[in-house]
């Protein structure tokens, strides 16, 4: 036995309420990992990170690799300790960055080659470099090495790369080194085609993987194409392992994506607009730097007890974008990060509940609802300055 395990405890419909069990300690399903794609979750420290309820983060080789190196993680304790993150972590394998942000990339039938962004040096990925790397970064979960190829693209260019990137798990998988509490997860590619998903579950599982991931959605194919790959696609998955959709996504996503079997989420969204001065709540996404917030006492949310909300009013987050402070990007990220731990607790108890489509049904009226109006807000219990 590994000694990681998932543990499912309530289903309702095909969503799943569950826990992971790590080398690293507990995380209950389902769960978003704020992306720490350098070794930080930005403009945030861990302690924040920890203050919104967060139990796993995520890091990536790719970027790992280049900065400060995967030697020097090694040699400075590893990436839990480097980072101050003592609870799981889990490792992008770096296929999608070089893909995207990789220069002059060369593919061939055993890896990629591929200059860095950086500073234009060149470097090799793959499936075994790889998955060493994110050995030395001492990743509690690691992705396997997989082919991105742009998009769109044609069936048979999406048939042929996602056969290679099976090819590549099987050589991960091979490389892996077994660890207890420690996971090693697959990663299913073939589009927005059905058959290519099935063929992709069924060579993952014949490899045999600790959890599962879903690749190569949210890139530009919409919300109601990527709902359907999923209805498709988490059927066939193994039912006892946990399930990863990558780089997804907005609560609306997460949510519907909940309700398909999916356990495990990250994406750079709540980070990402907590440094534009979008703020996500209850009531749909606020813009910070909006002249109509330039007065406004109340908090971001009435419903929010992260440091942005309890101490500091919309009128003064509203001033620190304008004067292009460092502490406005860093509050409203604070904020977002909060907002999406608190959507994934309440989605879970109304799964535990067995209540997720009512809930689903009020997360998606509020969603579309008007920003709350004065008397139903109340005033931040801060006094005013004399």
């Known amino acids: 036995m590994s000694g990681f395990r998932w543990i499912a405890e309530v289903t309702d419909g095909a969503a799943r309420a569950g826990t992971l069990h790590t080398a690293h300690g507990p995380v209950a399903t389902p769960t978003f990992m704020p992306v720490g794609t350098a070794g930080t979750v930005k403009a945030m420290t861990m302690d924040a990170v920890r203050s919104t309820g967060a139990g796993i983060v995520l890091g990536n080789t790719y970027h790992l690799m ?48 591929f200059q860095s962004h950086i500073d234009g040096s060149k470097h090799r990925l793959d499936p075994e470099r790889s998955t060493a790397i994110q050995h030395a970064l001492d990743a509690t979960i690691s992705m396997c090495f997989d082919e991105c190829p742009a998009l769109p693209a044609s069936a048979e260019t999406i048939a042929a790369s996602m056969r290679l990137s099976m090819r590549w798990a099987a050589r991960s998988r091979e490389a892996f080194v077994q660890r207890p509490g420690y996971a090693q997860f697959g990663i299913v590619q073939g589009g927005t085609e059905p058959d290519l998903r099935a063929e992709s579950v069924r060579a993952l599982t014949d490899i045999g993987f600790e959890g599962y991931a879903i690749g190569g959605l949210a890139v530009g194919e919409g919300q109601e194409l990527m709902f359907a790959t999923l209805d498709v696609t988490t059927p066939l998955m193994p039912q006892d392992k946990p399930r990863y959709l990558m780089g997804v996504g907005t609560p609306e996503d997460l949510l519907g994506a909940v309700q398909r079997g999916v356990d495990m989420f990250d994406c750079v969204m709540p980070t990402r607009a907590g440094r534009t001065a979008r703020a996500y709540t209850e009531r749909g996404t606020l813009n910070l730097r909006n002249a109509k917030h330039a007065t406004d006492a109340r908090p971001i949310s009435p419903h929010c007890d992260c440091l942005a909300c309890s101490r500091h009013s919309r009128a003064y987050l509203h001033h620190l974008f304008r004067a292009q402070e460092i502490l406005g990007p860093m509050l409203l990220t604070w904020h977002n990060l909060a907002y999406y731990q608190r959507l994934m607790r309440g989605i879970r108890a109304a799964i535990v509940d067995g209540r997720l489509d009512d809930h689903a049904a009020h997360l998606r009226a509020e969603w579309a609802s008007e920003d709350w109006n004065e008397d139903e807000v109340p005033q931040p219990l801060i006094p005013a300055v004399p």
Request: net charge positive.
């Open 66 to 113: 280049l900065r400060p190196g995967a030697e020097r993680v090694r040699a400075l304790g590893g990436l839990h300790r480097m980072m101050d993150w003592s609870g799981p972590i889990l490792t992008d394998s770096g296929g999608f960055q070089v893909m995207s942000l990789g220069a002059l990339r060369k593919l061939d039938q055993d890896g990629v080659t």
